[in-house]
């Protein structure tokens, strides 16, 4: 499912459904590809990125539908030159609609500055495959500390 060369996956790997969802959704921002993104996501689906109130949800309730998610994009992923995708733990138990997956996320700014990410994202998916949840656990304090001006 992986379809982008910013992605690199070094965890475990396999069919599961809600795995196969978090990598298309890696693949279609790694491509900057709102439309495929979306595809991924369900029409009632929420994203929780980070969890909590932030710059992103100020009252901390999550992006909620297509509209919310695509106003998402525009906030948090369109300003951004290049996303690089490390994924080393995947956690998606057989017969589970949900995976953990534990990595970092590099985001290059169109003038070569740069933030890294640690983070753990949990995809919840419905019967047809498509994201119903995704959280994402991390903070931007510590993204902002790790903010490397370009040069």
């Known amino acids: 499912m992986i379809t982008s060369d910013a992605i690199t996956w070094t965890a475990p790997n396999d069919d599961h459904p809600a795995r196969a969802a ?3 959704s890696y693949s279609a921002v790694a491509k900057g590809d709102l439309a495929e993104w979306l595809t991924v ?4 689906a929420v994203i929780e990125d980070p969890v909590g109130p932030s710059m992103f949800d100020p009252e901390g309730k999550g992006h909620r539908g297509h509209e ?3 106003a998402f994009w525009e906030k948090a992923i369109a300003p951004i030159a290049t996303f690089e995708f ?3 733990e995947s956690f998606a138990n057989p017969g589970s609609n949900t995976c953990a997956n534990i990595g970092r996320i590099r985001t290059s700014f169109p003038d070569g500055s740069h933030t890294t990410t640690d983070l753990i994202m949990v995809y919840v998916i419905h019967d047809d495959g498509r994201v119903a949840s995704m959280k994402a656990f991390w903070e931007p ?3 902002m500390a790790s903010f490397t ?3």
């Open 41 to 44: 996501y369900a029409e009632d």
């Open 141 to 143: 304090d510590r993204t």
């Open 68 to 70: 919310g998610i695509a």
């Open 149 to 151: 001006p370009a040069g």
């Open 86 to 88: 490390e994924i080393y």
């Open 22 to 24: 978090s990598q298309r």
